[in-house]
């Protein structure tokens, strides 16, 4: 569904992906892993048209996106919930979610319904709609992101880290979330460092080092991989 061929990125003269190229599947879930700086959230940013490649295709049903620009992918489906969360901390949960409705709309859908669906999904974000969004925890916030990025309709939900920080308790319910998503019928990119906890639920998975993909294979048959292992140990 949304592939990568022969990705080379930079940023000036520093080379983040090297001859990177992988394919996430429609109605799968799809794990990228690897330590810091290997080139997680570029290959992020290639997809979502925030960092442009200066070598290789990014494709989208087959289709080019190199002149498609990011708020135009967005309108496709192809919906990044960024590292970090990038909430507007100083406005209400409501209007943080109402935000990221503007591919849905492009699409033809309307907010009401697609409102009802987040706060079904985190009833947490309906007890809290008027609160500003900077006053939320931090588990919260995550749940505020990824329901900003639901509010778009995705087709494709990449996720960079949404665990990152959180307490076990709330990891676990993030990652219960992701295959609710997914059960729902969204194609889901987890960028993680919980890599057994993502590989556990991914039907796919690749495996990052220094911007070069070292491994890739069905996500639960990569935790035994000793080139896993590896890559996050430099052994
Ligand atoms: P982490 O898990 O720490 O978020 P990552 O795997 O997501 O790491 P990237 O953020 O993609 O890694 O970074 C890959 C490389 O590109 C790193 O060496 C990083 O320093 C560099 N890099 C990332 N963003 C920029 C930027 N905006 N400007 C310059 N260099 C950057």
Redesign the pocket.
């Known amino acids: 569904m949304l592939t990568l061929e022969g990705i080379d990125a930079f ?2 003269d ?1 080379q ?1 992906l090297y001859d990177v190229s992988l394919d996430v599947p429609e109605g799968k879930i799809f794990a990228l892993v ?1 330590a ?7 290959t992020l940013r290639v997809l979502s048209g925030l960092v442009a490649p200066r070598r290789g295709h990014v494709r989208f049903e087959g289709k080019d996106l190199a002149p498609v620009p990011a708020h135009r992918r967005v309108d496709l489906g192809i919906v990044q919930v960024p ?1 970090g969360r990038r909430l507007f901390p100083f406005m209400t949960v409501t209007e943080n979610l109402l935000l990221g409705g503007h591919g849905a709309r492009a699409r033809g859908g309307g907010p009401a319904e697609r409102l009802d669906y987040v706060y079904t999904l985190f009833p947490v974000l309906q007890e809290r709609a008027t609160q500003l969004a900077g006053s939320l925890s931090g588990g919260e916030q995550q749940m505020c992101a990824i329901g900003r990025a639901l509010m778009a309709r995705p087709r494709v939900l990449m996720l960079d ?1 949404p665990t990152l920080g959180l307490a076990p308790v709330l990891v676990r319910r993030i990652f219960d979330t992701v295959r609710t998503i997914n059960a729902d019928g969204m194609t889901v990119l987890l ?1 993680e ?1 919980n890599v057994r906890q993502a590989l556990t639920i991914a039907d796919h998975a690749a495996v ?1 080092e220094s ?1 070069r993909l070292v491994l890739s294979g069905r996500g639960p048959e990569l935790l035994g991989d000793d080139r896993l292992k590896r890559a996050y140990l430099g052994l």
């Open positions: 940023y000036g520093l983040a690897g810091n700086a290997a080139g997680k959230s570029t590292e880290e960028v460092q990052l911007g």
